[in-house]
């Protein structure tokens, strides 16, 4: 579906969604992860990737190379590109570019916060930090006792401000509570994301409102399944659920009241497009969910690149990347503590 965005898109964005594209045609394969998954050592991984895009970043490391390298490394070339393309970007497209970071910054903020609380050591914290979703005053966040003090003190200066607002209060910060201000932040930051992909308009907010209503009810399905058991009430739940998604309204009525595994399969099989994720899990088990998720989540975004003169070629080519990232980081913990009959488990191939 094309507006008129097609005689204009490219004075400003065809450079860049060439540039996306091309990234695009360097994931790895599904060959690639097949020799991947045959390697003994890390170092035999290391010399694999040295044939892919991967290669200059790794190329300098000595032997023994360790898990958390080979990922760091990568993670660096994914900023590397993400920098760039945010550098030649005009508006919408800058502004487009930095809502993907967004979730990142969220990520970090509950990182350092729960770190601090569990009395870790702030640089360690920030070592682990997503190089994406750093700011200025990020190593401050350690001082606040709650969620007062830390929108006041740190957060008021940040992108992340008016989600904030949702979730001020005076209680001290604890796990059950930082884990509520993450839900509640990454429900306003969707929100926000999906209306301004809306106020763009075109191919666009065509294809961004589908993948952003299936990170709305993955969200939903997995609080739902995480506060199993837990002394949210089931009006707690339902704030956390984003107000928009396959699932809204009706679907988050009925998730808000399941007690089970069970329960929530019935309701999600009412909806077609999620009946052939649930359909590969055997009743009462959830573990291979996230799996079943990532594997429709990458079909989608595969998908997205169909279609031209749009932006969520950018918002897709940055998930099929991380989640090139998290393949490598399984692979390569597998090999080092030398699981490799579980290396396929949680391999999501893309192409």
Not at 66 to 72: D, N, R, S, Y
Not at 122 to 134: A, F, I, T
Not at 259 to 274: N, S
């Amino acid at each position: 579906m094309y507006g008129f965005e097609a005689m204009t898109f490219n004075i400003h964005g065809g450079y860049l969604e060439a540039i996306v594209r091309g990234h695009r045609s360097g994931l790895l394969t599904a060959a690639d992860y097949n020799n991947l998954c045959q390697c003994e050592t890390l170092d035999d991984i290391k010399m694999h990737l040295s044939a892919t895009e991967y290669g200059p970043y790794l190329q300098n490391e000595p032997s023994p190379l360790h898990t958390t390298t080979i990922v760091e490394k990568c993670t660096l070339k994914l900023v590397d590109e993400y920098k760039h393309m945010l550098c030649q970007a005009t508006e919408p497209l800058s502004t487009f570019l930095e809502y993907i970071t967004y979730g990142h910054m969220i990520d970090n903020v509950v990182l350092i916060v729960t770190g601090t609380l569990h009395e870790r050591d702030v640089q360690e914290l920030l070592e682990k930090c997503h190089p994406l979703g750093m700011f200025d005053s990020i190593a401050t966040l350690a001082v606040a006792q709650n969620m007062r003090e830390l929108y006041r003190l740190v957060l008021v200066d940040t992108p992340l401000a008016p989600y904030f607002s949702e979730c001020i209060t005076s209680e001290d910060l604890d796990d059950m509570n930082i884990e509520i201000m993450r839900n509640t932040l990454y429900k306003a930051y969707l929100e926000d994301f999906y209306r301004f992909c809306q106020k763009l308009g075109g191919a666009t907010a065509e294809i961004m409102s589908d993948l952003l209503a299936f990170e709305a009810d993955r969200r939903a399905v997995n609080i739902t399944i995480n506060s199993i058991g837990t002394e949210l009430t089931r009006d707690d739940r339902r704030k956390l659920y984003s107000t928009f998604g396959l699932l809204y309204p009706y679907g988050h009525e009925e998730l808000a009241v399941c007690e089970d595994i069970d329960q929530v399969r019935g309701v999600m099989e009412k909806y077609p497009p999620y009946q052939p994720i649930f359909s590969k899990l055997s009743y009462g088990e959830s573990q291979m969910l996230d799996k079943a998720f990532y594997e429709e989540e990458v079909k989608r975004l595969c998908l997205s690149f169909e279609q031209q003169f749009h932006y969520a070629v950018f918002f897709a080519y940055m998930r099929l990347k991380e989640q090139e990232i998290r393949n490598l980081m399984w692979i390569s913990e597998c090999v080092a503590q030398n699981q490799k009959s579980r290396v396929h488990d949680s391999v999501v191939f893309i192409f």
